[in-house]
């Protein structure tokens, strides 16, 4: 270990303070510090301050994120991972879960028990939601402040290691969910050390953060490559980018991706990006030779949306515009429904139109839940709390079958019936109530009684949202579950379940009858979304291989169907 720098341009005088003994820093260039000295357990004092602050590229924080670093070689850890290639994007299956709510332990060394069953869903990257350091010791990651500290709660750095290794033992990639937008409300300290933070810009969450500044870029991609080289991640997810605000000649995710590029080519293996954004704008996802900036993928809310309004019929806020089955029609065969169409929830038009002839359907990341659109509900409440097993059978083949990059949230799979509720846990009296009031004060302006909407600093709020693993062996969560791992094993045998191509992917739908028929090749996806049975035309022939419920029927005239089934015929 030699010697320990800080990047504080705005200290007049920096002193580390390491295991109890201080030493004067020196300046150096651009508003750099530095020392020979070094310490196992180590802060900054900044100026004539005496609370020693912690690292901005601490790795632990064995404490909290208010106390001490702790010196941490990632290099000290012994992989077995040498024989492991990666895995490509294409035609994958990616599985999103939180680490405090997936076992009862909520650690990553309890989550590598559950791996085998991933394993069996056919899943290829298991997509973690944020692990850096937060305040507290339980919160969905998103009010990270230490972003290259792994959550100690979790287990700290080395449990992410071990994780990461027993996950490539199986055949499984990881993405980590990294958040490069925002941070949380407790324990940032990066303003005493420099410009982080762009104080007049703000977005939902607080202060962007500066890009226009080098030295805080860098700070960015060091992180993201840190996870790709030192934890031997597969690919990060970036949260919200349409929250970065980046006027460079260079936007920071052309910039990321090509030394993201630069790192897969040294490591020989795929490194993937993929960006959750708001915008519809395909110049994500579009090659950097093309203008783009060459992400690998994004997330397409409009699929969520379009098959959410078609199973449950809720059309308020930003679903009214997907009540026709229509909206689901045009999401299979273009990719976005708004591409360039007026949005009623924002008032304007929104969105891009794909070029579906050059661009590939596995670019856009699809879920029929996600962590965002479960947990953002008043209650938490899954699509298990209100639909049948027939519709969440529909759910699981128009994600798994469909044309796109499948994403499925933790526990989706047996229709738990657990609630995925949003949970913080300040240690701040008032910044916990803080919290609590303004999600009260938001669902009450929607209609919703404050009662009924869970208080997320009450423990409950968090334990209530853990997963049920007994579940899986009873009745209908038993029966979903079969039938995901029906759906793995038809994406192993039929090409064209993972075919790329939009011009492969067609659409016919009877808005009356509420049935739609996706042909994807030489297979045929029925659904009907009506409470009656319905008679679906279909050419005559065929196999049936998968369906969802008994009374579907195959005769000369089409293929009956009974209320919220769902079947896949080969041609």
């Keep these: 270990m030699s010697g320990i720098t800080v990047w504080a341009p705005n200290a007049q005088k920096v002193t580390l303070l390491a295991d109890g003994e201080r030493h004067q820093m020196s300046a150096t260039e651009d508003g750099w510090w ?71 332990d909520g650690t990553l060394d309890s989550a590598i ?19 850096n350091a937060f305040n507290g010791i339980h919160n969905w990651g998103y009010d990270g402040v230490l972003w290259y500290a792994v959550q100690e709660s979790y287990g700290g750095p080395e449990a992410y290691q071990r994780f990461v290794d027993a996950c490539h033992a199986r055949g499984l990639a990881v993405i980590q969910d990294v958040v490069y937008n925002h941070l949380g409300p407790s324990g940032n300290y990066l303003p005493r050390f420099g410009p982080y933070l762009h104080e007049e810009s703000s977005n939902t969450w607080g202060a962007t953060v500066n ?29 919200a980018v349409h929250a970065l605000v980046d006027e460079s ?47 690998a993928a994004q997330w397409s809310d409009d699929f969520h949306h379009a098959l959410h309004v078609a199973l449950t019929g809720e059309t308020t806020g930003y679903y009214a515009d997907f009540e026709p089955l229509g909206a689901l029609e045009k999401v299979l065969t273009r990719g976005f429904f708004h591409d360039g169409t007026y949005s009623s929830f924002r008032e304007k038009d929104h969105g891009g139109p794909i070029d579906t002839g050059t661009m590939p359907t596995w670019r856009l990341v699809v879920a029929n839940q996600n962590h965002d659109q479960v947990g953002n509900r008043a209650a938490g409440d899954r699509l298990a709390a209100s639909l049948d097993y027939g519709q969440l059978a529909i759910a699981a083949v128009m994600t798994l079958a469909g044309p796109f990059t499948p994403m499925l949230f933790m526990g989706e799979e047996w229709g738990a019936s657990t609630p995925w509720q949003f949970f913080t846990s300040h240690p701040e009296t008032e910044l ?26 009450e423990p409950s709020t968090f334990t209530d949202s853990k997963l049920d693993w007994s579940e899986t062996a009873s009745d209908d969560h038993a029966r ?57 035309p279909h050419l005559t022939g065929g196999v049936l291989l998968l369906v969802s419920t008994a009374g579907v029927d195959l005769s000369d005239s089409g293929v009956t169907m009974p209320g919220h089934s769902v079947a896949i015929l080969s041609r």
């Design 249 to 295: 000649p260079k936007h920071i995710l052309r910039e990321l991706a090509e030394e993201t590029d630069a790192l897969s080519a040294f490591l020989g293996r795929p490194l993937t990006l993929i960006a959750e954004s708001d915008l519809n704008d395909p110049t994500l996802v579009t090659p950097r030779e093309a203008d783009g900036y060459g992400l």
């Design 113 to 131: 028990d559950r791996l085998d069953h991933l394993v069996s869903l056919g899943v290829d990257f298991v997509e973690l939601l944020p692990v």
């Design 480 to 536: 979903l579950l079969e039938i995901y791992r029906a759906l793995a094993q038809l994406r192993k045998e039929r090409p064209s379940l993972t075919d790329p191509r939009f011009d492969r992917v067609l659409v016919t739908i009877d808005e009356d009858e509420k049935w739609l028929i996706l042909g994807r090749g030489e297979l045929s996806i029925l659904v009907n979304f009506s409470e009656e049975s319905r008679l679906v």
């Design 34 to 104: 530095a020392t020979e000295a070094t310490g196992r357990d180590y802060g900054f004092l900044i100026d004539d301050d005496e609370t020693p602050l912690p690292d901005p590229r601490s790795r632990r924080q064995p404490e909290s994120v208010h106390g001490l670093s702790r010196h941490f070689d990632p290099s000290g850890f012994d992989w077995t991972d040498s024989a492991w290639t990666g895995r490509q994007l294409p035609g994958r299956v990616i599985y999103e879960l939180h680490l405090g709510t997936f076992t009862p």
């Design 211 to 239: 890009l226009d500044s080098p030295e805080v870029r860098r700070y960015v991609i060091d992180n993201a490559l840190m996870w790709l080289r030192d934890y031997h991640v597969d690919g990060l997810r970036l949260d």
């Design 432 to 457: 916990g109530k803080t919290t609590a009031e303004g999600r009260f004060a938001e669902f009450e302006r929607m209609g919703w009684d404050r009662s009924t909407v869970p208080d997320p600093q």
